[in-house]
């Protein structure tokens, strides 16, 4: 089936500094990704859908220049969170499109990244 | 627009113990509807889904039936484990629009098992 695998699985970084997180699709193209911030004990927030070739879509509120977000092949998408600071401190999903192409599918999500900013 | 409601939790059951997490959702015309499971630590898995109305998703002894008359999707399992113990997220796709939807999630339910 789908896998999507997310790297690393936990990181920590000095405030200032800046910390990427890679999805990759393993066995299907993903032409679109979304990437997904959870606080402690809540849902899941959706920052940004990534689509190959092109930029990111934003949701509101979510600082484009904070978290980049790169989709630069059918098979990778990655979020670098800038200048990091305490409170970027989170835990991080990216899920991806099934490539059967239905939305009814579902979704595979990978298996999130524990970002501690120190 | 798209929204999904859930029980809040958490639920704390006994082993063996009947399972019920109410979700109701809101939504234009016909979405699919989905619940998801979250073991602590890592990331979300697919348990179920349901396409139309009517359909009964099910899978490791749970099930939910799409209702679109109550629009709901229930979560049931009739005997739940201590492994069962987890998050579990209700959602839903809305699949009118021709492009990648978006995934409308519940707050979660937290599910505490106990011998």
């Known amino acids: 089936g789908a896998v999507v695998s997310q790297h690393p699985s936990w990181v920590i970084c000095k405030s200032g500094t800046s910390v990427k997180i890679e999805c990759r699709s393993l066995?299907?193209?993903?032409?679109?990704m979304f990437w997904y911030r959870q606080f402690p004990k809540q849902s899941l927030m959706l920052m940004a859908t990534?689509?190959?070739?092109?930029?990111?879509?934003?949701e509101q509120g979510v600082e484009k220049d904070k978290f980049l977000i790169n989709h630069a092949s059918l098979t990778l998408s990655t979020l670098t969170v800038t200048s990091a600071h305490p409170e970027d401190s989170s835990f991080y999903i990216c899920?991806?499109?099934?490539?059967?192409?239905?939305?009814?599918?579902?979704?595979?999500f990978g298996s999130g990244t524990r970002l501690t900013v120190v | 627009g798209n929204s999904v409601t859930q029980m809040e939790g958490p639920v704390t059951l006994s082993e063996e113990a009947f399972l019920t997490i109410n979700c109701t959702y809101t939504a234009t015309g016909y979405p699919s509807l989905f619940w998801y499971v979250q073991y602590p630590g890592e990331g979300l898995q697919l348990l179920l889904k349901?396409?139309?109305?009517?359909d009964k998703g099910s899978n490791k002894g749970f099930e939910a039936t799409y209702r679109k008359e109550t629009t709901s999707f229930h979560l049931e399992k009739g005997s739940v484990q201590v492994s069962d113990s987890a998050v579990y997220f209700c959602a839903l796709i809305n699949t009118n629009t021709g492009t990648a939807s978006k995934l409308t999630f519940g707050t979660g339910t937290r599910l505490q098992v106990t011998l």
């Open positions: 349901a396409t139309k109305a009517d």
């Open positions: 066995d299907f193209q993903a032409t679109t």
């Open positions: 899920s991806a499109k099934p490539p059967r192409g239905a939305s009814s599918n579902g979704y595979t």
């Open positions: 990534s689509n190959e070739g092109s930029k990111a879509t934003y």
